[in-house]
């Protein structure tokens, strides 16, 4: 049997350009051009088989549609709770999102109950005091949107929380802002001010407030 060469060759959004060797069971290794610009590396068995398709943004891409497809039906689809819903999917589960770096990249994940449907997602913002002035916030900026770890805050607040999830290290710990003031007793506006004026970590969480002259 001749060699196989699949270069030149498209599997659904695959396009192979190259052969860069095989496994230790001989199975030839291609790597791959897919439609949205990603590369990935697989093996002629599964561009064969159809079982590789994409680098993976197909089956993201799928999944989005049906969804969206499920709850187009409810009456939402136009509203900014809505796009609030769809834009958090985007960013956790789709790698050529510009914000998946922040998000997804970091393992950042939508619990399955809202990932599968607007209208869980829409009952827990109901009950929660949503209206189209607020924006979600996740209280643990590292944990996954899930309504153990989401509220709706203002746009300031938001920013003031964001200020208050830098990191500060002291005496060998590191911890946010927010830990940090509910550790030392000072509050976090306080502290993210003496940073922002130069002060170190270990003055801006050892220097108590005197005489109720700092915020």
Known sequence: MGKIDLIGQKFERLTVIENVGSKPNGSVLW???CDCGNEIITETRLLRSGNTKSCGCLKIDKLRERTIKRNTTHGGRYTRLYRTWAHMIWRCENPNADAYPLYGGRGIKVCDAWKNSFESFRDWAESSGYNDSLSIDRIDPDGNYEPANCRWVTMEEQQINKRNNHYLTFRGKKKTISEWSRETGIKSATIQRRI????????ALTTQVKGGNEV
């Open 196 to 203: 922002s004026h130069g002060w170190t970590a270990e003055k």
């Open 31 to 33: 790597k791959c051009r």
